[in-house]
């Protein structure tokens, strides 16, 4: 049995205030809807999955591509170049939340009990099939308090009639994968956090808090009924209750105003600010360019033996701008590995560095083919020619983006200078060809 997916327009004014993210990647105990789609349509047993979409999005396309244990072959196709055909046997083209039960074999008071429990409106034949499918509940998600409620009671009552990743550490308490919890950190059920997440020392975590991939709670901070969305960073010694956190806001799901997050480190808009911020832009520039002519000459190299293969990558800048940066591909033949342990790669952006685009140290460049998609890191991201993973010779995209999170907000002039430097020995010294 083949299903077909269409992902209509979500035209509820409380999806946009998850601003670059995608409607069916909007989460449910730390899950994007489409996540429950996929899971129920495989209770189904269901031989391919085609998922329709109106535009590209690289979050929604790297998530579905990149969940390999679904072992069942996942397409996404473009509205516009898409003409559907009878051999779908499945068709969905309804914007809700599926509830479905993994254990539906067992027992079946779980739906009597999700449909008590969750005050929202009911969606009848979501599904069109002939034949009979597993029982299944659809909620209407039609305001933001609606959003944050079924959250809530999903997270109390009904986590273990869903298909999730990790493991359960103890009653109520739902980790990922590869999560650290720092020491004299509290977790207080009921608690699900995604993977990949840190928590500092000394933290207050729950009850009722979800937590979602990719996000670092700093220390001494308090948190219990709230969602914490993917890379979201919460600074230091805060107190945050019955809220929503996105990316670097505070969101009251009662009134759905935002607003922005305040760290200790924060310094006011004032003139002395001003100031400051010219003098770190003087000196970026002035830096950039020393490094500029002192990686200059090993060029001559290239000029003799070649490059790598180049790709050109789109990236935000300021006042809604975006600049195109080169990027060369990794290869194990010596003149590559040559090429990046001299850092000829950093040539051209320390060239935006100095045109003032692009900071000398900041965020790592993402491969995106949409700039928009980049808005995952908050309306703040800023490029850099030098980033903390390049410091430590990470690789991995997820981890990236962690030391990204960290990074931008316990920067300062010194953590700067270590950067480049031990950026430099990295390069030098470490393994390139990869």
């Known amino acids: 049995m083949k299903a077909l997916v269409k992902c209509v327009s979500a035209d509820f004014?409380?999806?946009?205030?998850?601003?670059?993210?995608?409607?069916?990647?909007i989460t449910f105990l730390g899950k994007p809807i489409i996540d429950f789609y996929i899971d129920y349509l495989l209770l189904c047993n269901v031989s391919e999955i085609t998922i329709v979409v109106e535009k590209y999005d690289l979050t929604l396309f790297k998530h579905v591509h990149s969940r390999?244990?679904?072992?069942?072959?996942?397409?996404?196709?473009?509205?516009?170049?898409?003409?559907?055909?009878?051999?779908?046997?499945?068709?969905?083209?309804?914007f809700c939340l599926i509830c479905y039960d993994k254990n539906f074999k067992t027992r079946t008071s779980f739906f009597d009990e999700l449909k008590n429990s969750i005050n929202t409106n009911q969606l009848e034949n979501v599904f069109k099939c002939n034949d009979k499918l597993p029982p299944y509940v659809a909620f209407e998600i039609s305001s933001l308090k609606e959003y944050f409620d079924v959250n809530m009671t999903l997270l109390n009552k009904f986590t273990d009639g869903f298909v999730m990743n990790g493991y359960g550490a103890e009653e109520g308490v739902f980790l990922g994968v590869n999560d650290v919890v720092m020491y004299k950190t509290e977790l207080i059920p009921p608690l699900a956090i995604d993977n990949n997440c840190l928590i500092e020392g000394a933290c207050k975590i729950g009850g009722s808090v979800i937590m979602g991939k990719l996000s670092l709670i700093d220390s001494f901070t308090k948190i219990k009924n709230c969602i914490i969305y993917d890379r979201t960073y919460v600074g230091q010694n805060l107190d945050i209750d019955n809220k929503i956190i996105f990316r670097q806001f505070i969101i009251d799901p009662l009134t759905s105003t935002k607003t922005k997050m305040e760290h200790s480190f924060d310094l006011a808009e004032s003139h002395t600010y001003s100031i400051i911020c010219k003098f770190f832009n003087v000196l970026e520039r002035l830096s950039a360019g020393i490094l500029f002519a002192g990686l200059l000459p090993f060029s001559l190299l290239s000029l003799i033996f070649g490059k790598p293969e180049k790709f050109l990558v789109e990236i935000p800048i300021k006042n809604d701008k975006t600049t195109k940066i080169a990027c060369y591909k990794r290869s194990k033949r010596l003149r590559d590995i040559y090429f990046f342990k001299f850092s000829q790669?950093?040539?051209?952006?320390?060239w935006e560095c100095l045109c003032g685009k692009i900071s000398l140290v900041?965020?790592?460049?993402?491969?995106?083919?949409?700039?928009?998609?980049?808005?995952?890191?908050?309306?703040?991201?800023?490029?850099?020619?030098f980033n903390y993973a390049d410091s430590t010779g990470k690789k991995d995209e997820?981890?990236?983006?962690?030391?990204?999170?960290?990074?931008?907000?316990?920067?300062?002039?010194?953590t700067d200078f270590q950067v480049v430097l031990r950026s430099l020995v990295s390069r030098l010294f470490g393994d390139q060809s990869k």
């Not at 003409?83 to 969905?92: I, Q, T």
């Not at 790669?345 to 320390?350: E, H, I, M, Q, V």
């Open 13 to 25: 004014s409380w999806t946009n205030i998850f601003e670059g993210v995608h409607p069916y990647m």
């Open 68 to 94: 390999s244990k679904w072992g069942t072959p996942i397409k996404i196709e473009i509205e516009e170049d898409f003409s559907a055909d009878n051999s779908y046997n499945l068709v969905c083209e309804k």
């Open 345 to 350: 790669d950093k040539l051209p952006r320390l």
């Open 362 to 385: 900041g965020d790592s460049i993402q491969v995106a083919n949409n700039p928009k998609n980049l808005k995952f890191y908050g309306s703040d991201y800023q490029a850099g020619v």
């Open 398 to 414: 997820d981890w990236k983006v962690m030391d990204d999170l960290h990074f931008k907000n316990h920067k300062t002039l010194r």
